[in-house]
């Protein structure tokens, strides 16, 4: 194997190999979850492509800073690698501040001098001007990668403003509290803590975007008999402020109003049929707010 096909190695394997992790990770989050339930199809391409097309424009404009360096004597391995992780719009704004010359070898003492030098530095040789083309070159060589980086752009600012733009109109999102697919929101939530474990799905919130529903999917197995225990406190409670617990399972959807419990919830589950129930908190305003919630 030659010197050409070795350097090309790592990204033959690096490539699929990362994109084989983007793929697998999309795949592990849709069994993981309910999928993109509740979701158009339209929003996890979009940012997939947003993903692959950004990694595109960093792999092409590194591909080109290699290049580069490798003709000013640099070290063409550190620079890529810098531009790649740092974007391109970052990593080459630092390159192009900190690029050295283009150099040549003195013919005499061998020492490194910059093209544009009439003499050697080290030992005062006259340098003889044997290419003038390469002062002219110099910015325009490797162009595929530069247009290949500018293309990948283009299309990762696509992507970007076309999931942004269908976020921003809730096109093809579910934000439905009562829906049986899965309810999408598009604020925010700051948690101390969510975790489900042996059953016990336990929440700790200081404060959400107005309506933020976070759910739990949990099962029912002897409707009959089973119920569903609830043990929540709002610490801060502003005028008109509340939090809603829904149970919501096909045609069937529960609002209960837990904003102020005395004491823990004890509700029947006799309305329901076995299988998944999607356990939901609606926050509306209520802030600094533990819960535990479990069908026992």
């Given at each position: 194997?030659n010197?050409?096909?070795k ?6 394997i ?15 989050y849709?069994?993981?979850?309910d999928g993109f ?23 092409f ?6 290049q ?13 690698v810098?531009?790649f992780i740092?974007t391109p719009?970052i990593?080459l704004?630092i ?32 340098i003889?001007?044997?290419d ?6 110099q ?5 595929k990668?530069?247009?290949?980086g ?6 990762m600012i696509a ?7 269908n976020?921003a109109?809730k096109?093809g999102?579910?934000?439905n ?8 929101n598009l ?10 474990m042996?059953?016990?799905w ?11 529903v ?5 099962t ?7 119920i ?9 409670v ?6 809603v ?6 045609d069937?959807a529960?609002?209960i109003?837990?904003t102020?419990?005395?004491k823990?919830l ?5 309305e ?10 609606q926050?509306?305003?209520v ?9 026992q």
């Amino acid at each position: 194997m030659n010197n050409a096909n070795k350097n090309k190695l790592p990204l033959y394997i690096g490539i699929p190999v990362i994109l084989l992790l983007i793929f697998l990770r999309f795949g592990l989050y849709f069994l993981k979850s309910d999928g993109f339930s509740g979701l158009s199809m339209l929003f996890p391409i979009l940012l997939l492509c947003l993903i692959l097309f950004t990694l595109c424009t960093s792999a092409f404009f590194a591909a080109w800073v290699y290049q580069d360096c490798k003709k000013r004597c640099d070290d063409p391995v550190l620079w890529a690698v810098v531009v790649f992780i740092t974007t391109p719009f970052i990593g080459l704004l630092i390159y192009f501040l900190r690029r050295s010359e283009i150099k040549t070898v003195c013919p005499a003492c061998k020492h490194w001098v910059s093209i544009k030098a009439k003499y050697c530095e080290e030992c005062g040789t006259h340098i003889e001007k044997e290419d003038n083309n390469i002062m002219v070159k110099q910015g325009t060589h490797h162009l595929k990668f530069i247009v290949a980086g500018i293309i990948s752009m283009v299309l990762m600012i696509a992507c970007l403003t076309g999931f942004i733009f269908n976020a921003a109109t809730k096109n093809g999102i579910n934000t439905n509290v009562a829906s049986n697919d899965r309810v999408w929101n598009l604020g925010t939530i700051s948690m101390d803590y969510n975790a489900y474990m042996d059953n016990v799905w336990k929440l700790g919130f200081k404060s959400a975007s107005e309506g933020f529903v976070k759910e739990q999917n949990m099962t029912v197995e002897t409707p009959d008999t089973q119920i569903l225990y609830a043990d929540i406190s709002c610490g801060t409670v502003p005028d008109g402020a509340t939090l809603v617990l829904w149970l919501v399972q096909g045609d069937i959807a529960k609002s209960i109003d837990v904003t102020n419990l005395s004491k823990p919830l004890k509700y029947p589950l006799n309305e329901f049929k076995n299988g998944k129930v999607h356990v939901r908190l609606q926050i509306n305003g209520v802030k600094n707010t533990a819960s535990k919630i479990y069908i026992q």
